[in-house]
């Protein structure tokens, strides 16, 4: 028996990614997508790589019933339309801001406030990685932000293993792709502005610092540049430890969180050109690479992780916690690896 | 009952791309990948995307029994080492331009000659939108050039459908991407000298030329570009017919051509960002883009095609027509839908 | 004594690379430069490399009386607007397209028609190597198109040394750069779309076939493709004379056209990376690149060349030409040489 | 009187940038150029910029007596062969990291030692914003490395202006282009490898954190990354002062240190594209732009600095540095602006 599936606002980058992923996922059919500014029109028309799919984009006033819809609407607009999405369907993954932050406060403080804060206990982090046995059964799942998600994966090993404790210095210094900044366009994000660049972006107080902060329970150091790809997301960690910290207590960290976890893989320092975690390496796919450095002289750890920001940082994500909710095995419909050689993909 | 497949020379761009397709191809079983210069090392460590992957490669001496060999090996070695890969497989796909080529003289013209002329007629060239019905239980099957590959599919439908007869005027002008040229390197392939150029390469007497007129039985004035992308080629052809040609005679021979190919796709002249065949668009998948303008001042047709060089143009196509020799449904383990938005990839 | 200068629509692309250029001429001085919408603003803040330039955008209503006034205005302004600037300045160079065509009956076919048909013939192209004779002294000078320049530069030799005679066939490929399309923005134009792509663009009936066919003489099969980079413009001319034409015959109708031309450099067929004309090797300078290989069983001349879009391509040919219209030495403030390494640039 | 110069090693990258910039100079003539492998070819061949110079690589064991020997190879050969580059001219400029570590240990940790630690004294360090002072006059100059220069620039205000004392927490975190690694290639440098990447590169341990330290005083935690651009360093760097520091101390610091430097540019928090220092605003040019932000709840200080590689932090500072060792004005040869819309350039 097929599960149907909605995708709100179908037209962004983070929507035709779901639209990709769920039209080759064995279990999800896609029952209607909806675009207030191309409805009526072919999906392929938007998303060439999706000019086979049959379906066009619908009114987003008129919401099909279905067992899953996925909201890739712009932060604000899943706050408003909460209960007419839970009225059309008997699970919710919101891919926007609206729901990801677990308390009213850091939308007072880094947004425009929260307009149903008391949803936000309701709702449940996207992160198998980090919230997997709440997932099951989840009614309303958020997913996180691509940053955020970056930097948790890279640090989260470092928590519960002996090696922090919260409250040391890190910093976490993030390299993004122009996929982030979604389908609009501008000025700043045309080909001519936007190509080659190293480009700070939000240097200090970025959205995403408060994300790390609400599930790692601990501050950091957040500075965001946009490079010059189109998907991936690099958050590159300099973490300084109270105490000595050996590499095989790293191995030991990284090891212990990570063996068993599906889309988590090590890239820590072995030969051939890529040796750490680089987002060509899981570009197309929902692998997060991980892997650190010990910096004896300067007490520190230096800790990457690389993701495709449209996949393991927004769709892959949202897909994966579906899974989980829905009781499908995790990897379903999220099996394709990267490619060699590959762009940015 | 799987089916074994080995890989000939999997350290090379192609080799690992094959490597890909079979590792997800599931009639397929890779219990081989060879590599004189990383013997003993693991697939992983040349291709970062199959990490995941338990295999090492192994000497080309020694190859295992399989039921299909791949071979990947440069130019010239296949020719050499026949006999040994159809002692290991009842079926050789070979993917080099050994065997591409319909017959001895255009080794003479446009190789070194050929060693083994007597086997140029066993071989079947791979591409089935072509050559479909001479693939079932083909032994030698012989991928087509990319370049190639790319002016064939979009040239094919003029023929046959009272458009062109042969001998007409075509300038065939090809852009293609940095994975063409292999993993090898050298400085014209650095970085620094190979990002952002539009570069003539082999402006004339290009080896595919031939290729794409033993195929189409016409000759054409060919030149191909090198430009900043990974993956890709994009042909654009410049044909002159002898008599006025309508949009309408174009759809038809496109359509009757191409409507029920699983891996070609019209994209011609709609609306939005995407309105011609780009590699954008079809990149990591085997799917080639064909579209075409009427331009009647200059009494010219403007065809366009696309494909991702390393799927349709090589690794891609040597499955394909693996499928169909071997009696697989065509898109077994092709299936892969492209990315939106995506670099080269 | 100075001479004055001013830029009206100085935030585009254009009016920026203008201003560059006159900021270090030595016999220039900017004394306005204008912009509706960022009037009062600084001209660094739009341009960050003219950061150190002491100068604001002023409204384009109040314009001051200079030498030299360069309209860099979009399509259809300059026409509407001709008499105040020819009132505000003794020498207009326009570099939009409204000058460019030398008659009424181009923009009739090709553009909203003209509202001053009657200028047309007053205004005098700025292209020196096609025009010097005429140029000191004019004062309405309209500069080329930069496809339509490229392409002109490298077919130009061919007529006039008894190779072309008009009416032969040409095939005119055209590969361009993102900063083509000016500052302003949009989907299509954006990082994520614009990467990467080989697209066509205006397949028939582009603009700048017309410019050339008027300068040429002859009519091209003429396509442009957008591809990965920001500056620059490559054309690649595929010709096919009636009579055979030797590799001899060519050389000396190139050197015999460009000898003394400053801005014009022969590249065709020598060693090391870079053997034909490339974007690459030219941009940031005002020099063309003209090269060329004759492919005998195919019966064609295969012409490339190669500019920087923004500079021989628009900006610095309306420099070249002012020079050459005010009786400066020619290659005064335009002696930059390009770059190596260099991306687009 | 021309003072006349030589560049020994011409052939890589930096050699090339040093040619372009010399045969632009008013003061100086080149009058050699050496390479071993390219003896005898024509400069042009190698720097597509400079196929204008009338130029022919010479063998570098022949030496001509010049004013003034910029040495360009790879590191090691300077320290081996020093004593005949002063034989042969009165001033060495050095671009490699032969000289500019200012004392042995240096080279014993870092390098394989120095043969010749007696000279380490005697050569001044290249950078004027640090060391002009001792520049007049100086005969043995050693130009800094790019990174080091790129992180010193950024932080120098930061000492003598009462916000860093030394010994604070100092995390650097850097993005480079590919033309850093020269020109010879190999896989991992590859357009197809090498686009689009976020490549952790000497993660720890890096040389230039040496360099750092000893010219600045205290220690750095320093991290290089490879991003797809050509030219350009990017420094990031967070920094940890003891006692809060607002905005207007930084400003009153940056101010101080910089407002008479010609090639240090403030680019900090404005309106528009480009709000901080990025490379692509200077890229083609000498200029060093540096910017910051206070984190208040982070207690920290963000500094951003970039250059162009090839230009401040090679070829640029060189003849720079040459400039004040010879008694020119400093700014000759080296006032042209860069580009605006620019790639990497």
Redesign the interface.
Known sequence: MTTTASVVGGTG?TG??LL?LL??HPEFAVVQATSRSEAN?TVG????????MNLRFSDPEDLDSVDVLFACTPHGVSMERIDRFRDAAGTVVDLSADFRLPAAEYYDDHYDGHDRPELLAEAEYALPELNRENLPGADLVAAGGCNATATIVGLLPLFGHDILSGGE?I?V?V?V???E?G??????????????????YA???HRHEAEIEAYLGT???F?V?A??????A?A?C?V?PDDPVSKGDMWGAYRGQYEDEPFV?M?SG????????????????NVAEV?F???P??E?L?V?S?IDN?MKGSAGQAVHAANVALGFEETTGL???????????
């Open positions: 980058f035709g990614e990709r039209d080759g029109k028309g938007v998303h060439p790589n999706l000019r086979h210095r910093v210094d390299k792709g122009s996929s900044g389908a609009g366009g501008g000025a700043a994000a045309s080909h001519a502005e936007r190509s080659g660049v190293v480009r700070p240097p200090t107080g501050s950091v150091s500075t540049h490079v010059d790809m189109i998907r991936g690099s590159t300099h300084f893989r890239a072995g030969g051939g050109v890529y040796r750490y975690p680089e987002p060509k390496a899981v570009a197309g796919s892997g450095e010990v910096d002289p300067n520190r230096v990457f690389a449209m099996a394709a690896t990267g490619f060699h050689p590959i762009g940015s993909p």
